[in-house]
């Protein structure tokens, strides 16, 4: 199975200030049609999980545009440009290019 | 719009075998490359994917988990069909089924979550 990691596994943020979230797989999510293979969800307390960014970059609709996706084959970055305090909850990278998908181990975001 | 219920047992024995049900509405099983999934949540712990069932009936399932899954539909009444067998305290949790429109797509629209309890 792919192996999926998340960095940091915890962040305090301050409202108005970037953030980011690193993604790493154990092996490229990039497939030979040019998509990179992730996603990202935001699960805030006692909610399901919401899509974020699916194909490594691309915003999900109704998805603010602070938030942004990149990167390509093992190492992907989310990254929201100036925090909101609805922004709290728990962050996860997903891999979809093989069964059984994966996810990263979460990255809890809470305001400082 | 697209929703997604789960339903079935909140609450189940040691040994015995679970089995929800997806209901949604809103996109059809039959259109090409869509996918409702399985995934679930332990108590405080991260997401854990489970099962994927596709349109065209191809099904994939957690290596972990593969000889007591089982994934089926009834495309009539729009539903997906998750059962587990040889259910064990370690398996209580949240049970998400979700909507994947496409193969170039996420997990885009979610089930509230079932939460089930394996406990005699």
């Known amino acids: 199975d792919m192996v999926v990691t998340q960095t940091p596994l915890s962040l305090p943020v301050t409202p108005g200030e970037p953030a980011s979230i690193s993604c790493r797989s154990s092996?490229?999510?990039?497939?030979?049609?040019?998509?990179?293979?992730v996603d990202w969800y935001l699960q805030k307390p006692g909610q399901s999980p919401k899509l974020l960014i699916y194909?490594?970059?691309y915003r999900a609709s109704g998805v603010p545009d602070r938030f942004s996706g990149s990167g390509s084959g093992t190492d992907f970055t989310l990254k929201i440009s100036r925090v909101e305090t609805e922004d709290v909850g728990v962050y996860y990278c997903?891999?979809?290019?093989?069964?059984?998908?994966?996810f990263g181990p979460g990255t809890k975001v809470d305001i400082k | 719009q697209i929703t997604l219920k789960e339903s079935g047992p909140s609450l189940v024995k040691p040994t015995q075998t679970l089995t929800l049900t997806c209901t949604f509405s809103?996109?059809?099983?039959?259109?090409?490359?869509?996918?409702v999934g399985w995934i679930r949540q332990s108590p405080g712990k991260a997401l854990e994917w489970l099962a994927i069932?596709?349109?065209?009936?191809?099904?994939r399932y957690s290596p972990s988990l593969k000889t007591r899954l089982t994934l089926t539909k009834d495309t009539s009444k729009n539903q997906v069909l998750l059962t587990m067998t040889d259910m064990d305290p370690v398996d209580t949790g949240t049970y998400f089924c979700?909507?994947?429109?496409?193969?170039?797509?996420?997990?885009?629209?979610w089930g509230q979550g079932i939460q089930v309890t394996v406990s005699s």
């Open positions: 979700a909507h994947r429109p496409s193969n170039r797509n996420g997990y885009k629209d």
């Open positions: 194909m490594g970059s």
């Open positions: 997903m891999q979809g290019l093989q069964t059984p998908f994966t």
């Open positions: 809103g996109f059809s099983l039959t259109t090409s490359g869509v996918g």
């Open positions: 069932l596709y349109w065209d009936d191809d099904k």
């Open positions: 092996q490229s999510l990039l497939h030979s049609n040019g998509y990179n293979y």
